[in-house]
């Protein structure tokens, strides 16, 4: 597979980190001034979360292509392979499925591989591998053999990307019984979502909103990472959380998306309007409860996606909602999605993505009128 | 980069001998004369007997197996009649540390490597996809998509290697799996990273219905291994001796730090796909029947008697033997099998989610009601 090394247009340079220190990359992102609230991107907190579990636990092995000298072709993982060491962070041949399958065999043998699929639509190659095998696994053997692994994949649009790098096939892997699949939407679930995936004894397809790679929050990393490390079970698996409280109506929205919900809340409260956002974060398990008392709440949902919205995610959580809260709904629940039609060219992307307007025109129709 | 400093392979030590090895030849002689890249000893009397009270055993467990599918005690079975010899083989040039990655045709492999007989059949049968703990013998699942599983014997093996653990992997494959994307992303990885995989190949000549002749134009399937920089080696699969030889080769090879090996059996499959496929309609009884003087079991037995390895007794004992474990077969499929519905549910996750638990409740219900009903 040809990857085209795209960054995100909306990267913003004076984001890069300097070079990770022999010692640690992780002190590259920690800084001098550990303890205080610092700048963390969505990208170095993937970085910090795999140095840490790296840290923590032998059996953690990196893989992929591009991701041992280089650091991968979005930078994720920048300095493991200095800081620990050919075994551990390597490159592989171009060949997806053979990474995939070859991490099914170490983690049968006691690894656990975090693995990177360049770019969404380069996964597909190990497409069987997931499906019959990473998937099946602890199934087939009723629980004798356990794939603690990790497939992470950079994925979804708004990055001015070129054909097979803005996929949203999250509904591919969904739709696998046996999978794990995360979405974050923050640097920090980044980081608390993929130590949870690491330790995960299932095996996790981790989706990582390309467009938000760069995006920066301020966090006190020490006090993130201890927090993370006094948890014994994972607290972001099958937990969806409330990113904005509102009372009129829900939005329902992952990974890209959630900042595309906040947006559409905040022109919402300039205009009167309420609107609580739900950060799913977590497709497989799916957070029914916290998702359905919500819209219990307000009464009224709007789940926003970018992946098509034909048989996808979206549809999924439409239809759980409206099993499961009927009596509670003043009006129907609406999706707002990406087209059915293969991911665009990038001067037409901004048509395809669901957008504050979009968004908002939708819940507009959530007949007020009767209330 | 893994590498270690080992010296790199000449051509002529990368590509296959001219002919298949053959130590034991159709009549059952030591074959002599021929030259090989390797020196091939044929190997010790005692572990030929050995090897061939187990294609004994092997038949006759694929006799077995195939006669009760007819009495529809299992779903399916693909038979290994006609390649017991690479079956046994494969189970013998292990250690006990070592890893077998079978596909669903290596049944008798499985079984010789130790694991339990009614356990290897619970996929066959249709109570489970697979019904032994592979950890109890180092044997993975039985793979039904091909060539998949090369890899996972890749990972294992590499693995094996990081944490400084002296095991060989041998991963199984028909002709077929070779046109497979897997087979060369397997290949190409375990070179790259040197890591102790044999690749064994039965080639039987057919992947369902198609020939090797529209599978492959190489000069052989073991020709393929210099493409990807490891030896290749081409054995008669019918001569148990020659397997042996050939394979634990290429396991010291692996073992001793000299990374992956290419091993294709020349062999042929005497039945059908499985009992749900006519073999008469893409292959004449003429080109069948002329594999027949070619029998594994018929070759080394022969062989065995005229050194006089082999006594009246022996063959008693072996029959014997061979015949326990038939029965243990039949007693153990012709008992009903009992499946727990709940087991739907128990090992998709390590947990099983809250929809997971929703829907094991609904089939509970639904079975109570059916309880209470009948």
Redesign the interface.
């Known amino acids: 597979m040809t990857a085209i090394s795209a960054r995100p247009t909306a990267a913003d340079p004076s984001v890069q980190t300097p070079p990770a220190t022999a010692e640690s990359p992780a002190a590259a992102t920690a800084g001098p001034a550990a303890g205080k609230q610092q700048s963390l991107t969505f990208a170095k907190a993937l970085t910090l979360a795999m140095a840490d579990s790296m840290a923590a636990d032998d059996a953690v ?1 990196v893989f992929g292509e591009d991701v041992g000298v280089l650091g991968g072709v979005f930078r994720i993982t920048e300095g493991l392979n200095k800081r620990f060491g ?2 551990r962070c ?4 171009l ?1 997806e ?2 990474i ?12 656990k ?1 975090v693995v990177e699929m360049q770019f969404d639509a380069f996964a597909y ?1 190990a497409f ?2 997931v499906v ?2 990473v998937a ?11 794939l603690p692994m990790v497939i992470r994949i950079p994925y979804a649009g708004g990055i001015g990307g070129v054909e097979h790098h803005c996929d949203s096939s999250e509904a591919y892997y969904v739709h696998t ?2 999978l ?1 699949v995360l979405a974050p939407s923050t640097a920090v679930d980044a980081y608390l979502m993929l130590r949870d995936a690491i330790r ?3 095996p996790v397809v981790f989706l990582e909103p390309k467009k938000l790679y760069f995006a920066k929050e301020d966090v006190d990393i020490d006090a993130l990472r201890a927090a993370y490390e006094s948890t014994a079970q994972a607290t972001s698996i ?1 937990r969806a959380v409330i990113a904005r409280e509102g009372t009129d109506a829900t939005l329902i929205a992952y990974g890209p998306s959630v900042p595309t919900a906040l947006a559409a809340a905040e022109a919402a409260a300039a205009e009167g309007r309420s609107l609580q956002v739900i950060d799913v974060r977590s497709l ?3 957070d ?2 916290t998702v359905c008392a919500a819209v219990r709440r307000t009464g009224r949902a709007v789940v926003i996606a970018e992946a098509p919205g034909f048989a996808s995610v979206a549809a999924e959580i439409v239809a759980r909602v409206q099993e499961r809260c009927f009596h509670s709904l003043a009006a129907p629940v609406r999706r707002v999605t990406g087209f059915d039609i293969p991911y665009p060219a990038p001067k037409l992307e901004q048509h395809y993505l669901p957008g504050v307007d979009r968004i908002l025109d939708v819940v507009d129709e959530l007949q007020w009128e009767d209330q | ?2 590498q270690l400093s080992t010296p790199a392979l000449t051509q002529e030590q990368m590509l296959p001998s001219q002919q298949p090895v053959r130590l034991i030849d159709e009549s059952g002689t030591a074959a002599v004369g021929r030259t090989y890249k390797e020196n091939y000893p044929l190997p010790a009397e005692q572990t030929l007997l050995r090897g061939y009270a187990q294609l004994v055993t092997g038949r006759r467990i694929n006799d077995q197996a195939s006669a009760l599918v007819r009495q529809g005690r299992m779903a399916v079975y693909p038979s290994s009649h006609g390649q017991e010899a690479c079956q046994v083989a494969a189970a013998m040039c292990l250690a006990d540390g070592d890893w077998l990655f079978p596909t669903y045709r290596d049944t008798v492999a499985v079984m010789a490597r130790g694991v339990d007989p009614v356990q290897v059949m619970e996929l066959l049968r249709g109570s ?3 019904g032994y ?3 109890e013998h180092n044997v ?2 039985q793979s039904t ?1 091909l060539a ?1 599983q ?11 290697k ?2 400084g ?1 002296d ?1 060989v992997v041998v991963a199984l494959c028909g002709d077929g799996a070779s046109s497979e ?2 087979f ?3 290949l ?2 375990a070179a ?1 990273f040197h890591v102790p995989v044999v690749f064994f190949v039965q080639n039987n000549e057919y992947a369902i219905s198609v020939p090797l002749s529209q599978q492959s134009v190489a000069p052989s399937l073991a020709h393929k291994a210099i493409g990807y920089g490891m030896p290749g080696e081409r054995v008669d699969g019918n001569d148990l001796a020659a397997l042996l030889a050939v394979l634990g080769n290429a396991v010291q090879r692996a073992r001793s730090g000299g990374g992956p090996s290419l091993v294709e059996a020349h062999t042929y499959r005497m039945q059908s796909h499985t009992n749900a496929d006519d073999a008469s309609r893409y292959r004449t009884a003429d080109e069948v029947s002329a594999w027949e003087p070619r029998d594994p079991l018929l070759r080394l037995r022969t062989y065995l008697l005229g050194a006089n390895l082999l006594t009246e007794a022996d063959e008693g004992r072996i029959a014997a033997e061979a015949e326990s474990v038939a029965k243990v077969l039949r007693d153990g499929l012709n008992a009903d099998v009992s499946v727990d519905p709940q ?1 739907l549910f ?5 947990e099983p ?3 997971l638990l929703e829907q094991a409740q609904l089939l509970g219900e639904e079975l109570s009601r059916e309880g209470a009903t009948s």
């Open positions: 092995v050919q075994e390597f490159d592989t041949p060949a499925s053979g995939v399958g070859m991490a099914v065999g170490m983690a049968m043998n006691g690894m591989p190659p069987e591998q019959s095998h099946k696994m602890a199934n087939r053997t009723k629980g004798k053999v356990r019984p046996g794990t995960s004894p299932d099958g497989v398990p799916f029914d409860e | 980069m893994n489970w996809h697979s703990d592979p950890y993975a699942t998509p998949t090369l890899l996972h014997a890749v990972g294992v093996a590499h693995a094996a990081l944490k653990q095991t994307g897997d060369h992303e397997a190409n990885f790259v087991d128990r090992f998709v996750y390590s989610t809250p929809q």
